[in-house]
T-cell receptor
Framework: DAKTTQPPSMDCAEGRAANLPCNHSTISGNEYVYWYRQIHSQGPQYIIHGLKNNETNEMASLIITEDRKSSTLILPHATLRDTAVYYCIVRVAGNNAGNMLTFGGGTRLMVKP | NAGVTQTPKFRVLKTGQSMTLLCAQDMNHEYMYWYRQDPGMGLRLIHYSVGEGTTAKGEVPDGYNVSRLKKQNFLLGLESAAPSQTSVYFC???????????????FGPGTRLLVL
């Protein structure tokens, strides 16, 4: 699975959009981009995933560049409850490693009043 | 649905003691996983199971054993606990291996283990 690079930390004002970048320059054509987040002391929570098209759900939007070497997770109106560590994970769908998720360091997002 | 539950929530062991962590899911998922998370680190996969009666090693399997006798339960055992196994343990489950939302992993609340 391709490695990812994320900034270690970011701040965002409450009510503003939070844009979390992720670089995955070695991504392969059959690898998906997944985003999970982990609120303090809780288990990780799935947010969104995509292959090459932009995706949106009730939690967030995922923008993937045309060359697929980077992506951005957008939380449109960040709240204090969005303070968490956000993990960008790139992996092949249905690989033989039991759907292993490789968690890197992630980005610690702090939403401030 | 309760989702993924873990028992116990917190445990203190002495070096050399044994214990079993229980994970249960009520979503009829085929796949189940055990991860550990050390302070300030990401999660690392210990063992996983692709179905009832089957298990496989993950990234850091040494010192742990697992069993999946029933589809809804996945047990993680520590035969002889060591201080290096002090960590937070997360269980997860997912539906299928195919692409898309079915691969999404759903995590339990975690078990905090302290080995003295």
């Amino acid at each position: 699975d391709a490695k990812t690079t994320q900034p270690p930390s970011m701040d965002c004002a409450e009510g503003r959009a939070a844009n979390l970048p992720c670089n995955h320059s070695t991504i392969s054509g059959n690898e998906y981009v997944y985003w999970y987040r982990q609120i303090h002391s809780q288990g990780p929570q799935y947010i969104i995933h995509g292959l090459k098209n932009n995706e949106t759900n009730e939690m967030a939007s995922l923008i993937i560049t045309e060359d697929r070497k980077s992506s951005t997770l957008i939380l449109p109106h960040a709240t204090l409850r969005d303070t968490a560590v956000y993990y960008c994970i790139v992996r092949v769908a249905g690989n033989n490693a039991g759907n292993m998720l490789t968690f890197g360091g992630g980005t610690r997002l702090m939403v401030k009043p | 649905n309760a989702g993924v539950t873990q028992t116990p929530k917190f445990r203190v062991l002495k070096t050399g003691q044994s214990m079993t962590l229980l994970c249960a899911q009520d979503m009829n998922h085929e796949y189940m996983y055990w991860y550990r998370q050390d302070p300030g680190m990401g999660l690392r996969l210990i063992h996983y199971s692709v179905g009832e009666g089957t298990t496989a090693k993950g990234e850091v399997p040494d010192g742990y054993n697992v069993s999946r006798l029933k589809k809804q339960n996945f047990l993680l055992g520590l035969e002889s606990a060591a201080p290096s196994q002090t960590s937070v343990y997360f269980c997860a489950s997912s539906q299928t291996r195919t692409s898309g939302k079915g691969e999404t992993q759903y995590f339990g609340p975690g078990t905090r283990l302290l080995v003295l």
